[in-house]
């Protein structure tokens, strides 16, 4: 299995975040795989640059 991907990060406050791709998951860090992410997982928050 791969442990490339992406990553989500977001305010719980303001709900807004950023998405980086192409990030290495280092070994022993909790990641879901891709097609494995509930719904409720990440929320919809609005996208800053």
């Known amino acids: 299995m791969s442990r490339v991907g992406y990553l989500?990060?977001?305010c719980d406050?303001?709900?807004k975040g950023?998405?980086?791709?192409?990030?290495?998951?280092?070994?022993?860090?909790?990641?879901?795989?891709f097609g494995e992410r509930e719904e409720d997982d990440v929320p919809n928050y609005t996208t800053v640059n």
Do not use: I, K
Request: charged residues 20%.
């Open 8 to 10: 989500d990060a977001w």
């Open 13 to 15: 406050h303001c709900v």
């Open 18 to 33: 950023v998405q980086v791709s192409r990030v290495s998951v280092p070994e022993g860090m909790r990641f879901t795989p």
